[in-house]
């Protein structure tokens, strides 16, 4: 165990590393976060902020002396960084895993080789690859091997003829073609996993995108109770095939026929586990805090039906024009709860913040998750 009063750090100074800071300094630890921005919603928190690029090998020796233990709160975080920190303290998640997540070629390989199930899908790592894509792919989704995240890197191909140009439009990177399902809903699990290798999975998560941007998620998911418990032990299950420390998002499919396929993996806390923070005894954020910490995992009990709502940088325009939305009426409807993440500049499809709405029953925290959308001029969750 680390002891309260010592320093923790964290690679990222986004909205996810803030509300890692905040669950770490409630416990009573200092936090460094490194990030090269001068504003990051991060650093406007923390304890202390090394301004440098994430491959910096000052930064990250420095980072390294200061704190006992270091995490990381976005995937593409270069994971030579991670076994530079390795070095001089403790690191999670393990670069290994983030590896794994950072490509989706051998994400999905992965999850085949946990005896798990995954979209039909080929890699493509150059031209010739092209020719031989099997006609029962398509239609298909094709998705750059890295750094893609909110639909970017994606696009729809419906013909052949049109995965040449699709390629090209994803700059000739290393790719996979997607076979495009019938779905009945996507949903996700939030599992934590400690040094000592106990693992404790979040209810599941119902998620609606909009323009390939999470914008609602729904607990608990709206989904035979069987086929939950098996995405919570699929996700635990991943989690320990990768000898997992941290936090650990895993989304999958449900098709229309029932059966659940795994999408992807995030190794960190999750947009869709914003809720955990007003729903459940303890906060994906307490958890990731607490095993950087070598505490005993917190309860992931949850105690309210949910509905989290994400506030993107499009609510600030009108047209070309900025505007504050009603965050007021927001604030005056029972159950909601309003997290903003200090971010100085407002673009349409920035996360600025989350709604999360409480009900006395799912329907009812629909109802006024509902409401909030109404004074938000939000599409209300479905």
Known sequence: MIDPGEWLGVLGGGQLGRMFCMAAQTLGYRV?????????????????????????????????????????????????????????CAVSPPATAVAIAQDRRLEKRFAQDCGLSVAPYRAIADAADLGGVDAS????????????????GQIRVEHPDDL????????????????????????????SRGRDARSVTYPVGENQHRGGILAATIVPARIDTNLALQARAAAAHMAGRLDYVGVLGVEFFV?????????????????????????????????????????????????????????????????????????????AIDGACLHLYGK???????????????????????????????????????
């Open 137 to 152: 792919l398509l239609p298909g989704v094709l998705k750059s091997a890295r750094l893609g995240y909110d639909g970017k």
């Open 255 to 331: 098709l229309q026929d029932g059966r659940l396929l795994v999408n992807e993996m995030a190794p960190r806390p999750h947009n869709s586990g914003h809720y955990t923070i007003d729903a459940c005894t303890s906060s994906q954020f307490d958890q990731q805090a607490r095993i950087l910490a070598g505490l005993p995992l917190g309860d992931t009990r949850q105690l309210a039906p949910a509905v989290m709502l994400n506030l993107l940088g499009d609510l600030w325009f009108e047209g070309e024009h900025l505007r504050v939305p009603r965050l007021d009426q927001v604030a």
């Open 164 to 191: 040449p140009r699709a390629w090209q439009e994803l700059g000739r990177a290393p790719s996979v073609l997607e076979q495009w399902l019938p779905l009945a809903c996507e949903v996700s699990v939030i599992v």
């Open 32 to 88: 460094c976060v490194l990030d090269p921005a001068a504003d990051s919603p991060a650093g406007a928190v923390a304890d202390r902020q090394i301004r440098a690029e994430y491959t910096d090998e000052a930064a990250l020796r420095e980072l390294g002396a200061l704190c006992r233990a270091v995490t990381t709160e976005f995937e593409n975080v270069p994971a030579q960084s991670l076994e530079r920190l390795a070095r001089d």
């Open 344 to 382: 100085r500049e407002a673009r349409p499809g920035r996360k600025m913040g989350h709604v999360t709405v409480l009900g006395a029953s799912p329907q009812d925290a629909l109802e006024r998750a509902g409401q909030v959308a109404a004074a938000l001029g939000l599409d209300p969750a479905r």
